[in-house]
């Protein structure tokens, strides 16, 4: 594997990326101190996939942490402090635009995504995993959407609309509203995780995706996937996700 020489310091910093061939590796946590989602690592993500639209080499992109968790969700004393500087909400409302931004990227890139999870997979980090197109977990996971628990609403990325069309809305209710914890096993059948396997063996369920990806059709991936895409939308009356900046901004001006 060889080092992606584009990326910038701050996102080196962000992200530990390589690429085999057709293969993407996108790590998170490359300093291992810090498993919480950054706006330095969103921005890091962005860019990354934003790049991807002139690179058609890149055919599967898988995401993991190097870090002892996938996620801990987003960094919420980053948006404390953004409001602190402008009481107006308009940075903060940015920060958060900014995952929403991220989350559709995942959605669209013509790349195969698949999520390796492992250790806590928490608020954010399971909206992240929800956008890849297929997630692996080891089954020692742990899930959790803490939001309401903390007194915020679950107004990350968008996520809620695709966590109901990947889990059912009955089951995400329950899940959001309660902050309960679940394992792997729950996961996976709720159709949130599509394998879980011991950690060791993680891997090698990756690379049993990977394979035959990479024998498929590009062009059939990509248009299936869009397809696929644009089905889950469907049954989605209004895009309600592009508000949750807007929501998460003033509960914490209220708050603060």
């Known amino acids: 594997m060889n080092d992606v020489p584009a990326l910038t310091a701050p996102s080196r910093e962000a992200l530990q990326v390589e690429q085999d061939g057709p293969v993407l590796h996108v790590r998170l946590n490359p300093s291992q101190h810090d498993d919480t989602l950054s706006i330095a690592v969103v921005d890091a993500l962005i860019g990354l996939l934003d790049d991807l ?3 058609p080499d890149v055919r599967v ?8 968790d996938f996620c801990l969700g987003a960094d919420r004393g980053e948006y404390q402090a953004a409001l602190a500087m402008d009481p107006t909400g308009a940075t903060l409302r940015r920060i958060a635009d900014k995952a929403h931004r991220l989350c559709q990227a995942l959605e669209s890139t013509h790349a195969i995504t698949i999520g390796r999870l492992h250790g806590s997979v928490l608020g954010a980090g399971l909206a992240l995993a929800a956008y890849c197109d297929l997630r ?8 959790r ?3 309401v628990g903390v007194g915020l609403p679950p107004a ?9 069309s990947e889990a059912g809305v009955a089951r995400i209710r329950e899940l959001m509203l309660t902050s309960g914890q679940f394992d792997a096993a729950d996961a996976h ?5 599509h394998q879980v396997a011991p950690l060791e063996r993680l891997d090698q369920v990756v ?9 498929r059709s590009h062009e059939a991936l990509i248009l299936t996937k869009r397809m ?14 592009l508000l949750d900046s807007h929501l998460l901004t003033s509960h914490l001006a209220r708050t603060g």
């Open 53 to 55: 639209h002139d690179r």
């Open 156 to 164: 990350w990325g968008g996520a809620m609309g695709r966590l109901i």
């Open 207 to 215: 690379d049993g995706w990977t394979r035959p990806l990479l024998r």
């Open 145 to 147: 959407m803490p939001e």
């Open 136 to 143: 692996a977990g080891a089954d020692t996971c742990r899930f």
């Open 228 to 241: 696929l895409a644009g089905y889950a939308r469907a049954d989605r009356t209004a895009e309600v996700a």
């Open 189 to 193: 059948r709720l159709g949130l995780l």
């Open 61 to 68: 992109l898988i995401l993991s942490s190097l870090g002892e």
